[in-house]
Every structure is written in C-alpha cells, then in structure tokens.
C-alpha cells in the first residue's frame, strides 16, 4: 500500500504562487504515476496535472498549462505542484493520488489518495 500526505496549501492573492508537497511511503516505484486532482466546493474533483515517477513524462488539464509545474524528486519519495499566476477559480482543496500504470486523467483509475490540502485565492 502507498501512503499519500500532501502540504504546502494555504491563502494567496490572485497572482501568487503556491507550491505543493506529497510524500509517498510504503510500496512505491518506478511503475507509479502520481496525480494531482482538486476539488472545489459544490464541485466534482478534477484532473490537475500528473507525472510518470520513472521517466518524469507529464500531463495537465488546459486549465493549468503553463501556470502549474509538476515535478518529482526520487530520493525524498515526493512529487511537487507548482502553482504560478493563480486566479481564484483555483481554489480548491488538492488531492494527491498513485497508481500502478501509465498518466491518465481519469480519477476513478488512481487507486491510492492523501487526505488534501486547502487551496484559497482571493481576488
């Protein structure tokens, strides 16, 4: 089993940037890919961004290029969401997940979920 923990939220103006943090523990490897999928009140959670653990290969929603940067480090077992130019319609609790095959966006495909970290920007 994978354990997700994710930090690194809190309250920024439109503009600012955030970075995210999810440290994975237990049976993680090169076979995972690590998503990042958020949640805004009264809201379905969505694909953010995603990242293939072992080639570093990404992906993310239109609504994120070129704003948001994901990124692994495979020493310290941790994938990072860099959250640049954010608008308030980001706001959202963000969820990290795994799972064992190739990026995809679906989430019902991500088998493994931390508990999420609450993203606010005010206007």
């Known amino acids: 089993q994978v354990q997700l923990v994710e930090s690194g939220g809190g309250l920024v103006q439109a503009g600012g940037s955030l970075r995210l943090s999810c440290v994975a523990s237990?049976?993680?490897?090169?076979?995972?890919?690590m998503g990042w999928f958020r949640q805004a009140p009264g809201k379905e959670r969505e694909f953010v961004a995603a990242?293939?653990?072992?080639?570093?290969?990404?992906d993310y929603a239109d609504s994120v290029k070129g704003r948001f940067t994901v990124s692994r480090d495979n020493a310290k077992n941790t994938v990072y969401l860099q959250m640049n130019s954010l608008k308030p319609e980001d706001t959202a609790v963000y969820y990290c997940?795994?799972?064992?095959?190739?990026?995809?966006?679906?989430?019902?495909?991500?088998?493994?979920w931390g508990q999420g970290t609450q993203v606010t920007v005010s206007s």
């Open positions: 237990g049976r993680t490897g090169s076979g995972y890919t």
């Open positions: 990242i293939r653990w072992s080639s570093g290969s990404t």
């Open positions: 997940a795994a799972r064992i095959g190739f990026i995809t966006s679906r989430l019902y495909e991500y088998t493994n």
